[in-house]
């Protein structure tokens, strides 16, 4: 996995701005520590910070090739795994390749198929190409948007980067905040709108999308989406073709040059990707997987929706039952608090903070044993696993159905700030512009529509900010985190099926169950979700609390020019939790946000207005 940056810009000579696009590169060091490379131009400016997973030798960037007399360019970050059926394709087609990277199959790509080579790929990627021929940028991001991919518009080109740092590197760039910026962090953190960069004039390549970039402006390319089709398959065909497509899944994403293991937290998603990764590894060789666990958790566990067992016990159980070399790796509780600095910037945005850092904890350690590992994110937002499809009262709301009974962050608001932001109207706008865009399919019933409208926010608004997370995380951490559950190909085919086919007999991800339970221990694959665990220590609670007594007698806090420190001392003083990003939330994650948005208002010096 690597980083990139870029600068385009159609008045002033590019070719002298080494410097800068040097400092933006080096933000991205973590992303890809392993090479650096810049090339320039006159109207165009390429960095990247390269993590070597394929040909580690040959795959240097950025990459050249040329049409004609003209150069075409790539910084690219990412994998795609059918790179050597289009590379056989490209050789019959005349091509001719000097490495082995996937990275000149896409670069070649481009140079046979054009844009129509962006739909080819089955991978995570972003990437950016100038093509001199035509003086255009295209930037692209991969079908689910697993890779990020930000850009910032100037009055003379743009700028764009893996991350908002990269961008911020350049002074052109400003972290400013505007009511829409107030109101992602406020009202849909769970949520984000897609495309929206958070900070003002910053954005995203949306999932599934290109832009081409010239002087005549910016054009949004759609290279994929999900369809309006229903397929009704016969009994017992769709947990075949899944189990199918998931061997094939799996298979594709251990192609690696470096060390590569698996995250097991002994839940049905991750445990399917590691007894899956484990038979195609075959006999004689072991595959290495990872949990993570906190010294206190069976003492101080407590039961909710979102949390329905101890992880720990499963793991083992799946981890002897597949024959992994498994390890857990516990949290300290004092290391959470050493960690959030690093952590906010590896985010660069306010992010979930304790369950950041634990997240950021495991990746480290991970690091010291593999390079890459296979992660069983985004099965339930594929497969309707999480409480919202399951709960009536959510599936009826008319709003996003996680937010069901739970206040968001935006209930802190000073009163001047809401009257701003108007952060109410803020969500239910963006909820009617999703169920606007999501595909209806002709004949369902009234329910199974309505189901299929929260499948398509589970996995455009939901999905995107676990993606994120998983991905600044890991990359911090300087590990490739593979998500087998995004691949494109599981996702359509998944979305086409009535919901009875996924979700029969009661039992929350059914068809996923059916298709590869028979890899599993019984008591793993009926076991039902249990999130990401929360830190548990009462002293890490007790600390919260004290620092977020501190920062209400601290003047002047930056983060009270947004919140209300009356609403929050109320809060305080009768014991009740803060309101947080997350919607699985617990007492320690809305004093972690809190204590977060804090920091990073001062960190990053963000102007509000």
């Given at each position: ?87 056989e ?20 790509a ?86 929206h ?28 989406s ?15 073709r ?72 499963y ?10 070399d ?23 945005f ?10 950021y ?68 706008d ?33 999905l ?16 490739e ?13 998944v ?27 019984a ?26 007594s ?23 003083e009768?014991?009740?939790?803060l309101?947080?990003p ?5 007492q320690?994650?809305?004093l972690?946000?809190l ?15």
């Amino acid at each position: 996995m690597c980083g990139i940056v870029g600068w385009v810009d159609w008045t002033r000579d590019l070719r002298f701005e080494k410097n800068t696009i040097s400092k933006m590169t080096a933000t991205l060091t973590l992303r890809g520590p392993d090479d650096e490379g810049v090339w320039l131009s006159e109207r165009m400016a390429f960095g990247h910070r390269r993590l070597s997973i394929i040909d580690l030798s040959g795959g240097a960037q950025p990459m050249v090739a040329s049409d004609g007399d003209l150069p075409v360019v790539i910084t690219y970050g990412g994998e795609v795994y059918n790179f050597r059926e289009l590379r056989e394709q490209l050789v019959e087609a005349g091509h001719r390749f000097r490495t082995r990277s996937d990275t000149e199959v896409v670069l070649r790509a481009y140079l046979q198929w054009g844009v129509e080579a962006f739909a080819k790929f089955n991978g995570m990627f972003a990437l950016a190409i100038w093509d001199a021929k035509r003086s255009e940028l295209w930037l692209v991001r991969d079908h689910l948007g697993i890779k990020p991919l930000y850009y910032y518009p100037t009055e003379t080109g743009l700028i764009f980067g893996s991350e908002p740092k990269a961008i911020l590197a350049n002074p052109l760039a400003r972290a400013e905040l505007d009511a829409s910026g107030v109101a992602e962090i406020f009202a849909v953190a769970s949520a984000p709108t897609p495309g929206h960069g958070l900070y003002r004039n910053f954005h995203q390549v949306k999932p599934g999308r290109a832009l081409r970039v010239s002087e005549r402006g910016v054009n949004e390319y759609s290279y994929w989406s999900l369809p309006g089709e229903l397929h009704e398959p016969r009994s017992g065909a769709a947990a075949e073709r899944v189990r199918e497509l998931l061997e094939d899944i799996v298979q594709r994403q251990m192609v690696s040059d470096v060390p590569l293991g698996a995250l097991l937290s002994g839940g049905l998603d991750s445990s399917a990707v590691s007894a899956l990764a484990a038979r195609t590894l075959g006999v004689g060789r072991r595959l290495s997987t990872f949990s993570v666990d906190f010294p206190e958790s069976r003492a101080e566990f407590q039961r909710t929706a979102w949390h329905d067992s101890l992880d720990e016990p499963y793991a083992q159980e799946v981890a002897r039952h597949v024959g992994t070399d498994h390890t857990t790796i516990l949290v300290q509780p004092e290391d959470v608090q050493k960690y959030e600095d690093t952590v906010l910037r590896a985010r660069d945005f306010p992010g979930w903070g304790e369950m950041d850092i634990s997240l950021y904890l495991l990746f480290t350690k991970v690091r010291r044993h593999t390079t890459v590992v296979l992660s069983g994110e985004a099965a339930d937002e594929v497969f309707g696993g999480y409480p919202y499809f399951h709960d009536e009262r959510a599936v009826e709301h008319p709003g996003f159905p996680w937010m069901y009974g739970k206040s968001s962050p935006s209930i802190l608001l000073r009163r001047e700030v809401e009257d701003a932001v108007r952060p109410l109207d803020y969500v239910e706008d963006r909820y009617h512009e999703a169920v606007a865009e999501a595909p209806t399919v002709e004949g369902e019933s009234e329910r199974d529509a309505r189901l299929r409208k929260i499948g398509y926010l589970s996995l455009t608004r939901w999905l995107p900010s676990l993606l994120e997370r998983n991905d600044r995380m890991s990359m911090a951490a300087g590990l490739e985190a593979r998500v087998p559950f995004c691949d494109h190909r599981l996702v359509e085919y998944v979305w086409k099926l009535p919901w009875s086919a996924k979700n029969g007999d009661g039992l929350e991800k059914a068809l996923l169950r059916g298709a590869i339970g028979n890899l599993l221990p019984a008591s793993v694959a009926n076991r039902r979700k249990s999130g990401f665990p929360a830190n548990p220590n009462q002293g890490y609670l007790r600390s919260l609390l004290d620092r977020s007594s501190q920062l209400l007698a601290t003047p002047n806090a930056p983060v009270f020019e947004l919140v209300d420190p009356v609403k929050v001392r109320t809060l305080l003083e009768q014991g009740s939790a803060l309101p947080s990003p997350r919607s699985s939330s617990s007492q320690t994650a809305g004093l972690s946000f809190l204590l977060n948005l804090d920091q990073w208002l001062r960190t990053y010096r963000v102007g509000i207005g």
